[in-house]
C-alpha cells in the first residue's frame, strides 16, 4: 500500500474484497479533525456488518503532506480537509484492484458487499448519480454550502483503479486541477461512469425512503448538511440511527481497553 496512514483490517471468513478474490476490498475514509467521531462510527459500522475482509484506512491530510503526496493549499470553499485529497484513491490503492471512496459523514445500515457484488469492470468510477440542490447557505459547523454540477457523486465512488483512464489521478494531477475537473469526474467520459442506487448514498434531508417501496430504504446514510456530532444537527433526520452506533461503539471501545 501506498497509504501513509494506518488502516484496520476486518478479517472476515468470507469471499475476498476483490470480485472473486481473496484480497480484502480496499475503503478509503475521507477525515477531518472536526469529525473524528464521525470517522471512527462510519468505520464502525463498516465492520460490524461487513462479510468480506475490509481494509479502511483513513485519508489524512496532514500525513499526507508529510509523504510528499499532497501540497496544495487549502481554498475558502473545501469544507473539509479532503475535499481534494479524495481523488489520490486509485494512487493510494496502488492503481490496482476496487476500491471505494467515502466521506466520513456516513453510517452504513447494510453489508458492504451488496455494494461491491454491482461493481461492473467496463466502468470506471460507479456512484449514486445524483440530481441535488441545497437549500441551505450553510453546512456542517457553519461551512460555507456551494452549488455545482454532479454535486455529491464524489461523495462515495467506487473506483476501477487498475482502469487505464484512472491513471491520470496522479499526485501531480490532484493538487493542481480545478476542482470542476476533479468532482466532475472530467478525465472520465460520461459512459465511463457507471450508476449504483441511491440508497448507497441516501442524504439525510434530501431523499425519501417510501413504505413499502424497499428500494428506497437507506443502506447508507449521508449526513451532509451536516450531522449530530455537530451541536446545529444533532436533531437531523436520523439522528437517533447514528447516536446508538456511536454508543455501541463506544461500549465495544471500552469492553476492548479492558475498562
Known amino acids: 500500500m501506498t497509504m501513509a496512514n494506518g488502516g484496520e483490517v476486518h478479517p472476515s471468513a468470507a469471499n475476498g474484497g476483490e470480485k472473486g478474490g481473496t484480497k480484502p476490498f480496499k475503503i478509503f475514509v475521507g477525515y477531518d479533525p472536526r469529525e473524528d467521531l464521525a470517522y471512527k462510527v462510519c468505520r464502525h459500522s463498516i465492520l460490524k456488518r461487513s462479510s468480506i ?39 493510494l490503492a496502488d492503481y490496482d484492484g476496487w476500491a471505494m471512496f467515502v466521506d466520513c459523514d456516513f453510517l452504513y445500515l447494510a453489508d458492504i458487499k451488496q455494494l461491491l457484488d ?111 456530532w455537530f451541536d446545529a444537527w444533532k436533531n437531523c433526520e436520523f439522528a437517533d440511527l447514528w447516536l446508538d452506533e456511536m454508543e455501541e461503539y463506544m461500549q465495544d471501545t471500552k469492553k476492548s481497553s479492558g475498562n
Open 53 to 91: 475482509p475490509v481494509e479502511i484506512h483513513p485519508i489524512i491530510q496532514s500525513d499526507l503532506r508529510k509523504s510528499g503526496l499532497y501540497w496544495r493549499e487549502r481554498g475558502k470553499l473545501e469544507s473539509t480537509e479532503f475535499s481534494f485529497s479524495r481523488f489520490l484513491t486509485p494512487h
Open 118 to 228: 454491482l461493481v461492473d469492470d467496463k466502468y470506471a468510477i460507479m456512484c449514486v448519480h445524483h440530481d441535488y440542490t441545497p437549500k441551505e447557505t450553510t453546512k456542517m459547523d457553519g461551512a460555507v454550502q456551494t452549488v455545482y454540477p454532479r454535486k455529491n457523486w464524489s461523495s462515495m465512488v467506487l473506483y476501477n483503479c487498475g482502469h487505464p483512464k484512472n491513471k491520470v489521478l496522479t499526485p501531480e494531477v490532484v493538487n493542481t486541477q480545478t476542482g470542476a475537473y476533479l468532482h466532475r469526474f472530467q478525465w472520465l467520459d460520461d459512459q465511463e461512469i457507471g450508476e449504483v442506487p441511491f440508497a448507497w448514498n441516501f442524504l439525510e434531508g434530501h431523499n425519501k425512503a417510501v413504505e413499502g417501496d424497499a428500494s428506497t430504504l437507506p443502506k447508507a446514510i449521508h449526513y451532509t448538511r451536516g450531522g449530530p
